[in-house]
């Protein structure tokens, strides 16, 4: 056999080497592509569940669009059911006992005042619809998975009594709480202190709410959550926003932000899930807070929200919940950040304000007026209030109580600082 027999068979044999590779490579760009396409396809199908038909659309100043859904249309109404379901207008009963969030403050440094929310400036919903924030593809794209958008991860409510703080922190979430436990609750009610803290990674949060709590924090954990929020990672910014959230079982497969699933009920035309809040507080300035209010209507059995003085929001069906549709057992106020450990140091993303609760008014984050609702739909003082956080060196929490903030508590911190790393 000659040498340009050889050479050619070689020539040959490169040649197929190179179409194979080729051929390889074209596959791999095809199942990508493929696979690019599938994901657009489902999360168009997830963005169409979500957005639904608007009456007319706002454009908020800080780029969300609020499209005003007619009632009927929302959300909710994807549960199967709740296909027949009669809208419940108004509660049957407020709890009695409201604190009036309009009265003077006997001491004036002590001063704050309510927020609205910055879509307002540019218009506002029609009666018979309600205000929703519209869900772009990015938003849905920043999630893990579209199944998980619009969830937390699990093991986030806070459990005071855990004998190994160690096994909370493994789910990189941090607390600064105070609570009540071993009785049977109908509600609970706070003003929370706005600010808007820094996140140190966008997979972080920072939020401050109430929880309502039933069953035990394994698997079948009930929990009805309202407050502010800053989230990067939901809403791709930095603002302080109003949120709700839900879960039956310990956030696992049921439960959601705000109004991405099926479950809370909006009446209110002018108040929306998720859209941000202003102003916000400042360091040694202007105080803001919000008053949020969730009891269980003696008469229907659903869950309601209030927002301030003037705005009921609407309600949690009580089939949502198991333990939560008799009653709650645990009632918890404060803070919650998401701590990553960059860098395989602490966070610096803050809580509340950023400042420790000794720094005070003005300076520190707070929750003011804080009330139980009890079997006989009464709004009162919490009994036998505790405190829990993990590491005080880095956010923490002191109790107090006066004549015109009732039982309050100032909490929050920086997050990583010298003794805290």
Same mark, same amino acid.
């Given at each position: ?211 309502? !709590?039933?069953?035990?924090?394994? =698997?079948?954990?009930?929990? %009805? @959550?309202? +407050?502010?929020? &800053?989230?990067?990672?939901?809403? *791709? ?82 089939? !949502?919940?198991?333990?939560?549709? =008799?009653?709650?057992?645990? %009632? @918890?106020? +404060?803070?919650? &950040?998401?701590?990553?450990?960059? *860098? ?78």
């Amino acid at each position: 056999m000659g040498l340009s027999q050889f050479s050619s068979r070689g020539r040959t044999g490169r040649g197929l080497a190179v179409v194979f590779c080729l051929w390889g490579l074209i596959s791999m760009c095809c199942a990508a592509r493929l696979s690019a396409s599938r994901q657009k396809l489902e999360v168009q199908k997830h963005l169409n569940r979500l957005n639904k038909p608007a009456v007319k659309s706002i454009e908020s100043p800080d780029g969300d669009i609020i499209d005003c859904v007619h009632m009927s249309h929302q959300p909710a109404f994807d549960h199967p059911f709740l296909k027949d379901h009669k809208i419940q207008m108004r509660p049957s009963y407020h709890p009695e006992g409201l604190f009036d969030e309009n009265k003077v403050a006997a001491n004036p440094i002590e001063k704050s005042s309510p927020v609205k929310q910055l879509w307002h400036q540019n218009g506002k919903c029609p009666e018979g619809t309600i205000p929703v924030r519209r869900t772009k593809e990015e938003d849905v794209l920043r999630a893990s998975s579209i199944k998980r958008y619009g969830r937390k991860k699990r093991r986030t409510a806070p459990q005071p009594r855990s004998a190994d703080p160690d096994l909370i922190n493994q789910s990189g979430h941090q607390h600064a709480i105070a609570y009540v436990q071993g009785d049977k609750y109908y509600g609970a009610k706070a003003t929370i202190n706005v600010w808007e803290p820094k996140i140190q990674q966008p997979n972080e949060f920072s939020l401050s709410q109430l929880w309502i !709590l039933g069953g035990s924090f394994g =698997e079948d954990l009930n929990s %009805i @959550e309202a +407050g502010w929020q &800053v989230s990067p990672d939901l809403y *791709g910014d930095n603002n302080t926003r109003l949120f709700t959230y839900w879960t039956s079982d310990a956030y696992q497969a049921t439960g959601c932000y705000n109004l991405l699933c099926s479950g809370f009920i909006q009446i209110n035309s002018e108040i929306a899930m998720g859209a941000s809040i202003s102003p916000v507080s400042a360091f040694r300035n202007s105080q803001y807070d919000i008053s949020i209010l969730v009891w269980k209507d003696p008469t229907e059995g659903h869950w309601w929200m209030q927002f301030g003085n003037d705005y009921v929001l609407g309600y949690w069906p009580s089939f !949502l919940f198991s333990y939560l549709a =008799e009653s709650a057992s645990m %009632i @918890e106020w +404060g803070g919650e &950040v998401v701590n990553s450990q960059p *860098g395989g140091q602490h966070t610096s993303t803050q809580m509340g304000s950023g400042h420790f609760p000794e720094e005070g008014f003005g300076k520190s984050s707070y929750f003011r007026n804080v009330q139980v609702v009890d079997s006989s739909n009464n709004l009162k003082a919490p009994k036998g209030i505790g405190t829990f956080t993990e590491q005080s060196n880095c956010y923490d929490v002191q109790l107090g109580r006066n004549g015109d903030w009732g039982q309050f508590f100032y909490y929050g911190g920086p997050g990583r600082n010298a003794n805290c790393a």
